[in-house]
């Protein structure tokens, strides 16, 4: 696969394939996961049908959980493709196939073309950045901006021109409309700890940075503006102090997380790629600190004079900015109170970029790698493919385990064979690493990421449309009539936002039993969705004025959930 792409052309229609199989196949299969997709999806869809596209509203209320960007590619993506999950989803395949090509580029820059390849398959076939790009909510789209800024800020950090800083600017904008903060924040202290390191000084002091912030400003804060005028600072207030500032003070919604919390989510969300982790940031550490006396010396073989593929020799300067990118974003979100997987996601590309680099350099022969270390990884291979098929078997309940407390998914058993690719990879390396043939290895380990990542997407996802209950019940009871004048209600199910989404109207939340009892007695036709152990806790004289015409098992609330009307049959 490696030797047969020599262009760009070439690197970009296998990425593009291979990126196209996972992001895209049946991406709009899966019904939507809430809480996010289910808000977000509705978000949109409601800042389309009122023509405001300013106030982003959920239920009909003001959303302060996140900034515009996403709605606003959600809604042309309504408006070409329809409202359904596959519109709804296609803003973040999108992005996460420009996190792919920006990877290869990043790459091929610092290091060489090869490199730029392998980094380009791994972001492909990894399953944290798949899972963004099959996923609604801004993360892919904060990460590709992310990505995008520290691509300009290579490419053009040795001219430095005026447009380079407009760029900059105009990408980190876009970061800030995505997610917040976070997109200008966090690069700006990578570049500085950067330059800091590189003792570039005239760089970091540069008065032409200004034009970066004034270019950041007119492209990201018009919006914030805008919205704070028209709700009188309220969205400021609750995104900027809850979803910012309260986020790192405190673990909101007991998103607890122990300190190391995300590089074990690196290493899962990377696999099987993450078997080369530890040895391509311990290559890239001591690549990172050689000094210019070392490189003088000549204590460290340059690629280009071992390598006849060309390649660049290595500066210690990429692997720097790699290692600074990587460093603050994993420091920064361990140290903030809430965690959840996909804050890492911004750190998945450099580990690509220092992956790619160290697979070339095996592969090229100009790193020593011990016969030792492949037979290592071939035994994490066979961990992996036996620790998978074991998972897949204990969540199906084929074996039980307590700590899932009876929340099965069955239907999983079926997918347990795939098990079987890791250890065949595992084999293969080892065989490979015995005739000393690495790049067949690495070969072998992109086909093997890829058969295994993309049945799971594109197909796997019929297991858990059947434990969700919000679209099935929506179908089976008819209670989607959007041409009729109803009245749909939610008894205490916060959590379960994707109604909205499939109902394509507002849902009265019932907290109590008087509020219920009226609804019900409505002269309209009703819709109650309701957890069946508290439809059978509630009085019998509350019960008498609705009857039930649909039920489903839910696995966000591991219960029945019924369709109480007051319809007579």
Same mark, same amino acid.
């Given at each position: 696969m490696i030797e047969r792409f020599h262009n760009r052309g070439g690197h970009y229609a296998l990425l593009l394939a291979m990126a196209g199989l996972v992001f895209f196949v049946n991406l709009g299969a899966a019904t939507l996961w809430d809480m996010d997709e289910g808000k977000n999806t509705t978000c949109a869809y409601e800042m389309l049908m009122s023509g405001n596209w300013i106030v982003p509203t959920f239920n009909g209320n003001l959303r302060v959980d996140?900034?515009?960007?996403?709605?606003?590619?959600?809604?042309?993506?309504?408006? &070409?493709?329809?409202?359904n999950e596959f519109a709804g989803r296609f803003p973040?395949?999108?992005?996460?196939? /420009?996190?792919?090509?920006?990877?290869?580029?990043?790459?091929?820059?610092?290091?060489?073309?090869?490199?730029?390849?392998?980094?380009?398959?791994?972001?492909?076939?990894? +399953?944290?950045?798949?899972?963004?790009?099959?996923?609604?909510?801004?993360?892919?789209?904060?990460? /590709?901006?992310?990505?995008?800024?520290? &691509?300009?800020?290579?490419?053009?950090?040795?001219?430095?021109?005026?447009?380079?800083?407009a760029l900059l600017g105009i990408s980190m904008g876009l970061a800030m409309l995505a997610k917040g903060?976070?997109?200008?924040?966090? +690069?700006?202290?990578?570049?500085?700890?950067?330059?800091?390191?590189?003792?570039?000084?005239?760089?970091?002091f540069d008065w032409r940075w200004c034009i970066t912030y004034g270019v950041f400003i007119l492209t990201g804060l018009p919006w914030y503006i805008l919205v704070a005028v028209e709700t009188k600072g309220e969205f400021l207030r609750g995104f900027f102090l809850k979803h910012n500032l309260e986020r790192g003070m405190s673990a909101l919604e007991n998103h607890h997380g122990f300190p190391g919390y995300y590089v074990v989510v690196l290493f899962v969300g990377m696999l099987p790629w993450s078997v080369f982790q530890l040895a391509a940031w311990w290559f890239g550490f001591w690549s990172a600190i050689r000094s210019p006396w070392e490189r003088a010396r000549g204590l460290w073989a340059s690629v280009a004079d071992q390598n006849?593929?060309?390649?660049?020799?290595?500066? +210690?300067?990429?692997?720097?900015?790699l290692a600074c990118w990587i460093a603050v974003y994993l420091i920064f979100f361990s140290v903030a109170a809430t965690k959840l997987p996909n804050y890492a996601l911004p750190a998945v590309i450099p580990c690509c970029v220092l992956m790619g680099r160290f697979l070339q350099r095996w592969r090229a022969g100009s790193l020593p790698i011990p016969a030792w270390y492949t037979y290592a990884c071939a035994a994490c291979f066979l961990l992996i493919g036996v620790g998978l098929t074991v998972g897949l078997l204990v969540a199906d309940g084929v074996w039980e385990w307590p700590m899932l407390r009876g929340r099965h998914f069955p239907g999983l058993a079926a997918w347990a064979f795939l098990g079987a690719v890791p250890v065949l990879a595992g084999l293969a390396c080892w065989h490979f690493g015995r005739m000393r043939q690495p790049t067949r290895l690495v070969t072998t380990v992109a086909a093997a990421a890829l058969v295994l990542l993309a049945p799971v997407v594109g197909f796997g996802s019929g297991v858990f449309n059947?434990?969700?209950?919000?679209? +099935?019940?929506?179908?089976?009871?008819?209670?989607?009539?959007?041409?009729?004048?109803?009245?749909v209600g939610c008894w205490q199910m916060e959590h379960l936002p994707s109604l909205n989404f499939y109902l394509k109207r507002s849902v009265e939340h019932l907290h109590d039993e008087p509020a219920l009892a009226s609804l019900l007695q409505s002269r309209l036709p009703v819709y109650v969705f309701i957890p069946m152990r508290d439809w059978q806790n509630l009085e019998t004289s509350r019960r008498r004025y609705g009857r039930i015409i649909g039920r489903h098992y839910d696995m966000f609330h591991h219960t029945e959930i019924v369709v109480v009307t007051n319809q007579m049959p």
């Open positions: 996140k900034p515009v960007l996403l709605y606003w590619l959600q809604i042309f993506s309504y408006l &070409t493709f329809g409202v973040s395949a999108v992005a996460a196939l /420009c996190t792919v090509l920006l990877a290869y580029e990043l790459a091929r820059s610092m290091f060489s073309r090869t490199t730029g390849l392998l980094a380009g398959v791994i972001a492909a076939t990894s +399953p944290m950045l798949c899972g963004a790009a099959r996923f609604a909510n801004p993360d892919a789209l904060l990460n /590709c901006f992310t990505v995008l800024t520290f &691509t300009l800020f290579w490419l053009g950090l040795a001219r430095r021109s005026a447009g380079w800083f903060p976070v997109g200008i924040v966090l +690069p700006m202290a990578v570049i500085a700890l950067f330059l800091i390191w590189e003792r570039r000084w005239a760089v970091l006849p593929q060309g390649d660049a020799a290595d500066a +210690p300067a990429a692997y720097r900015l059947q434990r969700k209950a919000p679209q +099935p019940l929506v179908e089976e009871t008819g209670s989607l009539r959007l041409d009729a004048d109803i009245r």
